[in-house]
Protein backbone atom coordinates (compact mmCIF):
# COMPACT_ATOMS: atom_id res chain seq x y z
CA UNK A 1 0.00 0.00 0.00
CA UNK A 2 1.14 3.39 -0.87
CA UNK A 3 1.75 5.19 1.79
CA UNK A 4 0.78 8.97 1.64
CA UNK A 5 2.53 12.04 0.92
CA UNK A 6 4.11 14.14 3.75
CA UNK A 7 2.97 17.44 2.94
CA UNK A 8 4.07 19.25 5.76
CA UNK A 9 7.76 18.05 5.21
CA UNK A 10 7.60 18.42 1.14
CA UNK A 11 6.64 22.15 1.58
CA UNK A 12 9.43 22.68 4.55
CA UNK A 13 12.15 21.14 2.40
CA UNK A 14 11.45 23.00 -0.94
CA UNK A 15 10.63 26.20 0.58
CA UNK A 16 13.59 27.99 -0.77
CA UNK A 17 13.63 26.73 -4.14
CA UNK A 18 10.20 28.40 -4.77
CA UNK A 19 9.12 31.71 -6.19
CA UNK A 20 9.46 34.66 -3.74
CA UNK A 21 4.87 34.85 -4.06
CA UNK A 22 4.51 30.66 -3.74
CA UNK A 23 7.18 31.26 -0.58
CA UNK A 24 4.74 33.39 1.20
CA UNK A 25 2.17 30.75 0.78
CA UNK A 26 4.09 28.18 1.87
CA UNK A 27 4.89 30.32 4.91
CA UNK A 28 0.90 30.73 5.33
CA UNK A 29 0.40 27.42 5.09
CA UNK A 30 2.81 26.10 7.78
CA UNK A 31 1.66 29.16 9.97
CA UNK A 32 -2.00 27.73 9.81
CA UNK A 33 -2.18 23.99 8.52
CA UNK A 34 -5.31 23.45 9.86
CA UNK A 35 -6.69 26.67 8.50
CA UNK A 36 -5.36 26.49 4.96
CA UNK A 37 -6.79 22.90 4.52
CA UNK A 38 -10.29 24.77 5.43
CA UNK A 39 -9.74 27.84 3.84
CA UNK A 40 -10.69 28.41 0.09
CA UNK A 41 -8.17 29.67 -2.61
CA UNK A 42 -9.40 32.96 -2.45
CA UNK A 43 -8.61 33.26 1.47
CA UNK A 44 -5.75 31.72 0.87
CA UNK A 45 -3.91 34.08 -1.30
CA UNK A 46 -5.33 36.96 0.92
CA UNK A 47 -3.64 35.69 3.93
CA UNK A 48 -0.19 35.02 2.33
CA UNK A 49 -0.58 38.09 0.18
CA UNK A 50 -0.25 36.70 -3.71
CA UNK A 51 -2.57 35.96 -6.31
CA UNK A 52 -4.84 33.05 -6.76
CA UNK A 53 -2.92 32.06 -9.87
CA UNK A 54 0.01 31.51 -7.33
CA UNK A 55 -1.34 29.70 -5.12
CA UNK A 56 -2.22 27.62 -7.87
CA UNK A 57 1.26 26.84 -8.85
CA UNK A 58 2.58 26.46 -5.61
CA UNK A 59 -0.21 23.46 -5.64
CA UNK A 60 1.19 22.15 -8.99
CA UNK A 61 5.04 22.76 -7.22
CA UNK A 62 3.95 20.40 -4.24
CA UNK A 63 3.14 17.54 -6.81
CA UNK A 64 -0.52 18.17 -6.49
CA UNK A 65 -2.68 17.86 -9.27
CA UNK A 66 -4.59 21.25 -8.43
CA UNK A 67 -5.64 23.59 -4.85
CA UNK A 68 -8.09 20.41 -3.93
CA UNK A 69 -5.44 18.06 -3.96
CA UNK A 70 -3.35 20.25 -1.73
CA UNK A 71 -6.29 21.42 0.54
CA UNK A 72 -6.64 17.36 0.87
CA UNK A 73 -3.13 16.79 1.60
CA UNK A 74 -3.01 19.67 4.68
CA UNK A 75 -6.59 18.29 5.92
CA UNK A 76 -4.80 14.59 6.37
CA UNK A 77 -1.58 16.74 8.12
CA UNK A 78 -3.82 18.47 10.03
CA UNK A 79 -5.20 14.91 11.31
CA UNK A 80 -2.52 14.36 13.47
CA UNK A 81 -3.33 16.83 16.05
CA UNK A 82 -2.64 20.29 16.06
CA UNK A 83 -0.54 19.26 19.25
CA UNK A 84 2.14 17.58 16.67
CA UNK A 85 1.94 20.71 14.28
CA UNK A 86 2.53 23.70 16.70
CA UNK A 87 4.53 21.73 19.82
CA UNK A 88 1.49 21.01 22.04
CA UNK A 89 1.59 22.33 25.39
CA UNK A 90 4.73 24.00 27.53
CA UNK A 91 6.93 22.03 29.75
CA UNK A 92 5.33 21.59 32.70
CA UNK A 93 6.76 23.19 36.00
CA UNK A 94 8.34 20.15 37.68
CA UNK A 95 8.91 17.49 34.75
CA UNK A 96 9.18 14.82 37.35
CA UNK A 97 5.82 16.07 38.76
CA UNK A 98 4.38 16.32 35.43
CA UNK A 99 5.28 12.73 34.40
CA UNK A 100 4.68 11.00 37.69
CA UNK A 101 1.30 12.97 37.58
CA UNK A 102 0.03 11.32 34.50
CA UNK A 103 1.30 8.16 35.42
CA UNK A 104 -0.95 7.87 38.67
CA UNK A 105 -3.92 9.38 36.49
CA UNK A 106 -3.49 6.82 33.68
CA UNK A 107 -3.22 3.89 36.45
CA UNK A 108 -6.25 5.42 38.12
CA UNK A 109 -8.30 5.50 35.30
CA UNK A 110 -7.32 2.42 34.02
CA UNK A 111 -8.01 0.47 37.64
CA UNK A 112 -12.18 1.20 36.52
CA UNK A 113 -11.58 -0.94 34.23
CA UNK A 114 -10.80 -4.48 35.67
CA UNK A 115 -12.76 -6.64 36.51
CA UNK A 116 -11.77 -9.61 38.40
CA UNK A 117 -13.82 -12.43 36.55
CA UNK A 118 -11.85 -11.30 33.18
CA UNK A 119 -8.38 -11.63 34.72
CA UNK A 120 -9.39 -15.00 36.47
CA UNK A 121 -10.83 -16.18 33.33
CA UNK A 122 -7.77 -15.20 31.65
CA UNK A 123 -5.04 -16.79 33.54
CA UNK A 124 -7.08 -20.11 33.81
CA UNK A 125 -6.80 -19.99 29.61
CA UNK A 126 -3.07 -19.41 30.54
CA UNK A 127 -2.53 -21.77 33.03
CA UNK A 128 -4.08 -24.76 30.40
CA UNK A 129 -2.53 -23.55 27.46
CA UNK A 130 -0.66 -25.88 25.07
CA UNK A 131 1.33 -22.77 23.85
CA UNK A 132 0.75 -19.23 24.50
CA UNK A 133 1.81 -16.83 21.41
CA UNK A 134 1.85 -13.29 22.21
CA UNK A 135 1.42 -10.51 19.82
CA UNK A 136 2.60 -7.10 19.55
CA UNK A 137 3.79 -3.87 17.16
CA UNK A 138 4.96 -0.67 17.57
CA UNK A 139 7.06 0.84 20.36
CA UNK A 140 5.15 0.08 23.51
CA UNK A 141 2.54 -2.84 22.60
CA UNK A 142 6.25 -4.86 21.44
CA UNK A 143 7.65 -3.84 24.38
CA UNK A 144 4.79 -4.84 26.79
CA UNK A 145 4.60 -8.17 24.38
CA UNK A 146 8.14 -9.00 25.99
CA UNK A 147 7.04 -8.27 29.34
CA UNK A 148 4.86 -10.46 29.53
CA UNK A 149 6.84 -13.59 27.85
CA UNK A 150 9.08 -12.47 30.50
CA UNK A 151 6.18 -12.86 33.55
CA UNK A 152 5.22 -16.15 32.07
CA UNK A 153 8.14 -17.90 31.39
CA UNK A 154 9.40 -17.64 34.87
CA UNK A 155 6.30 -18.96 35.68
CA UNK A 156 6.99 -22.10 33.61
CA UNK A 157 4.14 -21.75 30.61
CA UNK A 158 5.58 -22.57 27.10
CA UNK A 159 5.50 -18.46 25.61
CA UNK A 160 6.55 -17.35 22.71
CA UNK A 161 6.45 -13.61 21.66
CA UNK A 162 6.26 -12.31 17.77
CA UNK A 163 6.29 -8.81 16.46
CA UNK A 164 7.10 -9.34 12.95
CA UNK A 165 3.73 -9.26 11.06
CA UNK A 166 4.60 -12.21 8.41
CA UNK A 167 5.76 -14.34 11.89
CA UNK A 168 2.49 -13.65 13.45
CA UNK A 169 0.66 -14.65 10.12
CA UNK A 170 2.55 -18.05 9.97
CA UNK A 171 2.79 -18.90 14.12
CA UNK A 172 -1.03 -17.69 14.00
CA UNK A 173 -1.73 -20.54 11.00
CA UNK A 174 0.02 -23.27 13.43
CA UNK A 175 -2.12 -22.71 16.53
CA UNK A 176 -5.36 -24.67 17.53
CA UNK A 177 -8.46 -25.00 20.11
CA UNK A 178 -5.56 -25.67 22.61
CA UNK A 179 -3.61 -22.59 22.45
CA UNK A 180 -3.72 -19.15 23.52
CA UNK A 181 -2.86 -15.32 21.81
CA UNK A 182 -2.40 -12.64 24.08
CA UNK A 183 -1.97 -9.45 21.92
CA UNK A 184 -1.42 -6.15 23.65
CA UNK A 185 -2.18 -2.97 20.93
CA UNK A 186 -3.46 0.84 22.48
CA UNK A 187 -5.19 1.18 19.33
CA UNK A 188 -6.58 -2.21 18.81
CA UNK A 189 -6.17 -0.45 14.86
CA UNK A 190 -3.15 -2.00 13.48
CA UNK A 191 -4.11 -3.81 10.32
CA UNK A 192 -1.43 -6.32 10.48
CA UNK A 193 -2.36 -7.40 14.60
CA UNK A 194 -6.12 -7.73 13.57
CA UNK A 195 -5.13 -10.04 10.85
CA UNK A 196 -2.99 -12.43 12.77
CA UNK A 197 -5.40 -12.40 15.61
CA UNK A 198 -8.00 -13.40 12.81
CA UNK A 199 -6.05 -15.99 11.70
CA UNK A 200 -5.42 -17.25 14.82
CA UNK A 201 -9.37 -17.78 15.61
CA UNK A 202 -9.78 -19.10 12.35
CA UNK A 203 -7.85 -22.34 13.47
CA UNK A 204 -9.79 -22.38 16.96
CA UNK A 205 -7.05 -20.12 19.43
CA UNK A 206 -8.40 -18.56 22.21
CA UNK A 207 -7.88 -14.69 22.44
CA UNK A 208 -6.87 -12.55 25.45
CA UNK A 209 -6.48 -9.26 24.26
CA UNK A 210 -4.59 -6.29 25.68
CA UNK A 211 -6.25 -3.07 24.02
CA UNK A 212 -9.11 -0.42 23.61
CA UNK A 213 -12.70 -0.56 24.56
CA UNK A 214 -14.49 -0.71 21.12
CA UNK A 215 -11.70 -1.25 18.63
CA UNK A 216 -11.35 -3.98 16.12
CA UNK A 217 -8.83 -6.09 18.18
CA UNK A 218 -11.12 -5.83 20.91
CA UNK A 219 -14.31 -6.94 18.69
CA UNK A 220 -12.21 -10.45 18.00
CA UNK A 221 -11.65 -11.15 21.80
CA UNK A 222 -12.52 -13.86 23.40
CA UNK A 223 -11.57 -12.61 26.50
CA UNK A 224 -10.99 -8.37 26.56
CA UNK A 225 -8.69 -6.63 29.68
CA UNK A 226 -9.59 -3.61 28.18
CA UNK A 227 -7.18 -0.38 28.59
CA UNK A 228 -7.48 3.56 28.13
CA UNK A 229 -4.85 5.50 26.47
CA UNK A 230 -5.08 9.14 27.81
CA UNK A 231 -2.50 10.83 25.67
CA UNK A 232 -2.00 14.92 26.91
CA UNK A 233 -0.83 17.52 24.88
CA UNK A 234 2.50 17.67 25.83
CA UNK A 235 4.26 15.60 23.40
CA UNK A 236 7.53 15.20 24.44
CA UNK A 237 7.18 12.85 26.99
CA UNK A 238 6.79 8.67 26.33
CA UNK A 239 3.24 7.68 26.22
CA UNK A 240 1.65 6.57 29.70
CA UNK A 241 -0.15 4.18 28.32
CA UNK A 242 2.72 1.61 28.94
CA UNK A 243 1.81 1.65 32.22
CA UNK A 244 -1.99 0.91 31.61
CA UNK A 245 -0.78 -2.20 29.81
CA UNK A 246 1.96 -3.00 32.38
CA UNK A 247 -0.96 -3.00 35.08
CA UNK A 248 -2.91 -5.27 33.35
CA UNK A 249 0.39 -7.99 33.07
CA UNK A 250 1.06 -7.80 36.59
CA UNK A 251 -3.01 -8.27 37.46
CA UNK A 252 -2.60 -11.23 35.04
CA UNK A 253 0.85 -12.75 36.08
CA UNK A 254 -0.11 -12.95 39.49
CA UNK A 255 -3.64 -14.67 38.59
CA UNK A 256 -1.81 -17.13 36.58
CA UNK A 257 0.67 -17.37 39.68
CA UNK A 258 -2.15 -18.27 41.71
CA UNK A 259 -3.86 -20.51 39.80
CA UNK A 260 -0.47 -22.79 39.92
CA UNK A 261 0.47 -21.87 43.10
CA UNK A 262 2.74 -24.55 44.53
CA UNK A 263 4.04 -25.30 41.28
CA UNK A 264 4.61 -21.30 41.45
CA UNK A 265 6.47 -21.64 44.43
CA UNK A 266 8.88 -23.60 43.26
CA UNK A 267 9.71 -22.18 40.21
CA UNK A 268 10.37 -18.78 41.93
CA UNK A 269 12.36 -20.84 44.16
CA UNK A 270 14.13 -21.97 41.93
CA UNK A 271 14.92 -18.68 39.89
CA UNK A 272 16.06 -17.08 42.98
CA UNK A 273 18.62 -19.88 43.56
CA UNK A 274 20.53 -19.91 40.77
CA UNK A 275 20.34 -16.07 40.66
CA UNK A 276 21.44 -15.70 43.81
CA UNK A 277 24.40 -18.28 43.55
CA UNK A 278 25.57 -16.10 40.42
CA UNK A 279 25.12 -12.74 41.94
CA UNK A 280 24.93 -12.79 45.44
CA UNK A 281 23.16 -10.65 47.50
CA UNK A 282 20.50 -10.84 50.08
CA UNK A 283 17.33 -12.49 50.29
CA UNK A 284 14.98 -9.61 48.99
CA UNK A 285 16.72 -9.14 45.45
CA UNK A 286 14.15 -9.45 42.61
CA UNK A 287 13.99 -12.37 40.74
CA UNK A 288 15.61 -10.66 37.60
CA UNK A 289 17.61 -7.43 37.56
Known amino acids: MREPMDIVTRISQRATDLRPAEQKVAQTVLGDIA ?19 SVTRFAKAMGCRDVRELKLKLAQAAAVGQRFLDGGADRPPSSAD ?9 LEANRALVRPEAFRAAAAALVGARMIAVFGMGGGSTTMADEMRYRLARLGRPVSTYHDAMLQRMVAAT ?5 VVVVFSVTGQVP ?23 SPVAA ?4 LLPIQAMETDFIFKPSSSRYAMMMMIDLLATD ?25 GGNRQPLGD
Request: glycine content about 10%.
Open 35 to 53: GAAEGSIQTLAERAGVSEA
Open 192 to 214: EIIDGVNIAREYGAKVVAVTAIG
Open 220 to 223: LADI
Open 175 to 179: LGPED
Open 256 to 280: VALQQADRSKELLRRIKHVLDAHRG
Open 98 to 106: GILADITHV
